[in-house]
């Protein structure tokens, strides 16, 4: 089995999943990419081996549970292990309740909810056997405030968080050395907002993301180093916001 960690990355197509693969393969990691379009997987893939890093692609969509175990499966088989997942893909489809978007929230639930929950169920079992793992889930700073709009994302969100929670309490219980960790971003530039299907809404948070959007490799940078603290402790919980953003 190969000395290197192996993390396991959803939503690794683009955006923060795509510079966290990057920037841990740059560190010697080896990095499964997962999402829905294969050709950026696959240009992803390339690129890190070209720059002598080990990365393997699989399409997943992680609202289909069948996806997410296989995702997990081929991880193992080629690997042997997955030391990291980091449950990134998600969507962020803003609008009104009484729009009744209906669509928008079933897509929601099941990509960041049930997707984040489906890597959680996949990976346990393997984790749970050698006693140690490590299981990053993405929430947002809209995990920890509600407001109009963001009504259904901001649920999600803080269901990443509950659950985060009761599986961090679930894994020490049972004496394992698993350590879970949610990172909760503010505005960072990615293609986030492609996701939002209310063009006026839209409108304005592309405007607040001109103004007060940060690189993505802020947020990369923050996983390596949740990654890096020695394995006795766990960074659970961390808000990266841009500085100027109020809130
Ligand atoms: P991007 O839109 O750039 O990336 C989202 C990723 O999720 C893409 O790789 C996309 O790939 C993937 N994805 C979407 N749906 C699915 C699906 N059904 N199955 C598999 N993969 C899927 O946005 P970000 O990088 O910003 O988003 C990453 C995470 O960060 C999300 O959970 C988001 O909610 C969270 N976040 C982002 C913030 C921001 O300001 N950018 C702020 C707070 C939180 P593909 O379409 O190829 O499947």
Do not use: C
Request: negative net charge.
């Amino acid at each position: 089995m190969t000395e290197k960690k192996v993390a396991v990355i959803t939503g690794a197509s683009s955006g923060i999943g795509e510079a966290t693969a990057k920037l841990l393969a740059e560190n010697g990691l080896i990095v499964v990419l997962a999402a829905r379009r294969e050709e950026r997987l696959k240009e992803l893939a390339e690129e890190i081996k070209s720059n002598g890093g080990e990365a393997l692609y699989r399409v997943t969509d992680v609202s289909n549970h069948s996806d997410v175990e296989e995702l997990i499966k081929v991880a193992i088989e080629n690997f042997g292990k997955v030391d990291i997942l980091i449950n990134s893909a998600g969507i962020m489809a803003h609008s009104p309740l009484k729009n009744k978007r209906i669509s928008d929230w079933d897509n929601m639930i099941d990509i960041n909810l049930k997707g984040t929950l489906y890597g959680i169920g996949a990976v346990l079992p393997y984790m749970n056997a050698k006693k140690s793992g490590h299981i990053i889930n993405i929430s947002s700073v809209a995990g920890h405030y509600a407001h109009a709009g963001g009504a259904v994302y901001s649920a999600t969100k803080w269901a990443v968080r509950a659950i985060s929670e009761s599986l961090r309490e679930e894994v020490a219980k049972d004496g394992s050395n698993i350590r879970v960790s949610v990172i909760s971003p503010g505005a960072i530039n990615t293609e986030l907002l492609s996701s939002m299907t209310d063009a006026n809404l839209r409108k304005n948070y592309e405007e607040f993301y001109e103004n007060f959007g940060i690189p993505v490799e802020r947020v990369a940078s923050v996983i390596q180093q949740v990654i890096d603290v020695p394995a006795d402790a766990a960074w659970n919980e961390i808000i990266i916001r841009p500085t100027k953003q109020v809130q």
